[in-house]
């Protein structure tokens, strides 16, 4: 399956991943090296590489690649690179299978690409493009690419640097 993001909105700046199977990631172009794929952002926790499934890769609190091992790189709270760091900027990105840049998955309410931030464009509740928007088509439990839908098979991606 060949995966194109999109590239980020005023940027110019382009990711051009391909996807290997489920797992194996190939990028060119990423602007700090390779990054790393950390799962699926899905609340499903059967699906082998959801973040919400604790017996994966991607979802165990012991795994080196997960966003919810509070002693991983991307998991603590004092990474600089950890999704949980309420002060990190070069936190994992969120994209849609169809390439969509979905903003950051951080804990910074203050940065504008988190999807932490109430305010900004990746984390209103308001923002067609947000997970955080129950009715849209990434937030909403019952959109096959939603994060809340504990069915979905083809939830968002997630990439650390």
């Known amino acids: 399956t060949t995966f194109q993001p999109r590239p980020l909105p005023g ?33 499903n926790p059967h699906a082998a590489d959801s973040i919400g499934n604790l017996y994966s890769q991607f979802g165990s609190p012991y795994s080196s690649s997960s966003v919810t091992n509070h002693y991983g790189r991307y998991g603590s709270p004092y990474s600089a690179v950890s999704a949980t760091n ?23 309410r203050y940065d504008a690409e988190s999807i932490s931030n109430p305010y900004g464009r990746y984390g209103s ?5 947000s997970v955080n928007n129950p009715y849209g088509r990434f937030g909403s439990r019952y959109s096959p690419v939603g994060v809340r839908n504990p069915y979905a098979v083809d939830a968002p991606l997630v990439f650390g640097k």
């Open 11 to 43: 940027s110019g700046a382009s990711y051009a991943p391909t996807m290997l199977g489920s797992t194996s990631v190939g990028f060119s172009g990423f602007k700090t090296g390779q990054p790393q794929y950390l799962g699926r952002l899905s609340a």
């Open 86 to 108: 309420p002060y990190a900027v070069n936190t994992p990105r969120v994209y849609g299978s169809d390439g969509a840049y979905l903003g950051k998955l951080s804990a910074n």
């Open 125 to 129: 509740r308001f923002a067609a493009d």
